[in-house]
């Protein structure tokens, strides 16, 4: 017999998470070198939104932080474009700069490399890159750096420091498809002639060029053009099998060379530099830690199904999905 007045015993969750003694000594392996990513940053273009004039020094949008001009008569004849897209974000320094530093890391770049060669079919029509364009979207957000703060804001079962260690995470990676998405403007479109003929002339006449479109849930973007060397064509034609070896047994198993994997890779490789070395951590705003905190209640948005596209993909939060059901 049960006392009315008693209640069943609340069910405590205890997160437990355990890193590879591996992880520190694979990650300094294969990571890039603070002072090269320095340097290739600073070979990055950005171009005025208004007459595509490349920037040394861009001024950016002071609400959005996701457009920039040469100066401010561009971007008053811009501004009837802009305004419908422009709202509020609570990060000073905008994407801009961590679609910088992301493009300048070469390990980072090789495998969305892969991963856009895979999405965007490379390696079944010859034209692409060629005759024709290709452009890959690649969604970034920020996450904690620590999966269990990810796991109390999903779950919403634990206090959450108000300064949250954030890094960059990249949510998904689609293609453009010209037969069900608008054609590219006429800026991306020169964007992408330019790049191709520049890349013929540097003698690379033989790669593809395309773009890639970063954008993260504020829905500001920032378009850039990619030259795919034949060397990571090469790896993704030979698909050869990522090999994973668990935390808590030891024991190894392969994970197919697609799409999906590459994006995991990245985000391990990004969540294991404890140093900042690659210079994609930050402190996580309450729009940040917003969008884990809908997801976790299930709420229909496209930044909650982007993320939740990304906790489906990959093995990390397998459990923190299950606690929730």
């Known amino acids: 017999m049960t006392d009315a007045n008693t209640h069943p015993p609340t069910r405590e969750i205890v997160h437990v998470h355990v890193t590879h003694p591996d992880r520190d000594d694979l990650f300094r392996i294969a990571a890039t070198p603070s002072d090269l990513i320095k340097k290739n940053v600073k070979t990055f273009g950005v171009q005025c939104t208004q007459c595509q004039k490349t920037l040394d020094k861009p001024l950016k949008c002071s609400k959005c932080k996701g457009v920039w001009y040469c100066s401010k008569e561009c971007q008053k004849k811009h501004w009837p474009a802009h305004k419908p897209a422009c709202h509020d974000v609570e990060r000073s320094s905008g994407a801009l700069k961590f679609v910088r530093t992301f493009f300048a890391n070469i390990t980072l770049m090789m495998f969305l490399k892969v991963a856009i ?121 030979k698909r050869e099998p990522f090999l994973c070896s668990s935390a808590l047994t030891g024991n190894q198993s392969q994970k197919p060379m697609d799409s999906a994997t590459c994006t995991e890779y990245i985000n391990l490789h990004i969540r294991a530099d404890e140093q900042n070395q690659l210079l994609l951590r930050t402190v996580m705003t309450e729009q940040d830690k917003e969008v884990i905190r809908a997801a976790g209640r299930n709420e229909d948005s496209l930044p909650v199904s982007l993320l939740n596209y990304k906790m489906q993909r990959e093995l990390l939060y397998a459990n923190i999905m299950n606690l929730r059901r």
């Open 117 to 237: 060669i895979y999405d965007c079919g490379l390696l079944d029509n010859s034209r692409l890159g060629f005759d024709v364009p290709f452009m890959a979207r690649v969604d970034i957000a920020i996450e904690p750096t620590d999966i269990l703060d990810f796991a109390g804001l999903y779950l919403n079962n634990r206090p959450i420091a108000e300064k949250l260690k954030g890094m960059v995470q990249v949510n998904t990676v689609s293609a453009w498809d010209p037969n069900t998405h608008p054609p590219l403007t006429p800026t991306r479109l020169r964007l992408w002639q330019d790049a191709r003929a520049q890349s013929t002339a540097a003698g690379y006449g033989k790669d593809p060029v395309g773009l890639i479109e970063f954008l993260n849930y504020t829905e500001n973007s920032t378009t850039v053009a990619v030259h795919i060397a034949s060397s990571i064509i090469a790896v993704a034609r």
